[in-house]
T-cell receptor
Framework: EAQVTQNPRYLITVTGKKLTVTCSQN?????MSWYRQDPGLGLRQIYY???????DKGDVPEGYKVSRKEKRNFPLILESPSPNQTSLYFC???????????????FGQGTRLTVV | GEDVEQSLFLSVREGDSSVINCTYT??????LYWYKQEPGAGLQLLTY?????DMKQDQRLTVLLNKKDKHLSLRIADTQTGDSAIYFC????????????FGPGTRLSVLP
């Protein structure tokens, strides 16, 4: 079954304690990205990766890091979490497409992070 | 501006039609999408439309695209309580790019 798997689903942590949220996809997709979802703001892109070892900042990258050492995995790292990073996080993957051919983004189930 | 815009809330009665509206920003966007998010779940693709189309129908769903006004709408016929969810409009910007830009989401509440 094609899927994007995030772990953990729920996490409560304290300010400053480093954490990693894992994301894995089994569809051999080149493109992966992280979003955060906040009420009234929709999904905002944090980082994205176009392929292994190729990552770039999205709209709200401050306070986050990512890595893409393997095609299937794209972990999100919070080196020193702060309360304003309390949010619902989604990982997504999609394949490259040439102009005119559609591709959809597949989403993980989400990770609800609370930083106290 | 740069944002994809949607109204945040919509309430309808069961059996009525729902219309969720969206305005997007990039006239070169090739595909526009509607995603559905049920409580506690991730986003699932509902439908999409290619930018050279005006309308797409898929069972109870009708997507209308007005490219001149950069306006997209999703109509759900015979709305059911199971349709209660948050609906996100998204545009995929650029030709080869994969940058999906989402609206804030419209929370649809279906009243019995």
């Amino acid at each position: 079954e094609a899927q994007v798997t995030q772990n953990p689903r729920y996490l409560i942590t304290v300010t400053g304690k480093k954490l990693t949220v894992t994301c894995s996809q089994n569809m051999n997709h080149e493109y992966m990205s992280w979003y955060r979802q906040d009420p009234g703001l929709g999904l905002r892109q944090i980082y994205y990766s176009m392929n292994v070892e190729v990552t770039d900042k999205g709209d709200v990258p401050e306070g986050y890091k990512v890595s893409r050492k393997e095609k299937r995995n794209f972990p999100l790292i919070l080196e020193s979490p702060s309360p304003n990073q309390t949010s619902l996080y989604f990982c997504a993957s999609s394949s490259w497409t040439s102009r005119g051919r559609n591709t959809e983004a597949f989403f993980g189930q989400g990770t609800r992070l609370t930083v106290v | 501006g740069e944002d994809v815009e949607q109204s945040l809330f919509l309430s309808v009665r069961e059996g009525d039609s729902s219309v969720i509206n969206c305005t997007y920003t990039d006239s070169s966007s090739t595909y526009l999408y509607w995603y559905k998010q049920e409580p506690g779940a991730g986003l699932q693709l509902l439908t999409y439309i290619f930018s050279n189309m005006d309308m797409k129908q898929d069972q109870r769903l009708t997507v209308l695209l007005n490219k001149k006004d950069k306006h997209l709408s999703l109509r759900i016929a015979d709305t059911q309580t199971g349709d209660s969810a948050i609906y996100f409009c998204a545009e995929r910007r650029g030709g080869y790019g994969q940058n999906f830009v989402f609206g804030p989401g419209t929370r649809l509440s279906v009243l019995p």
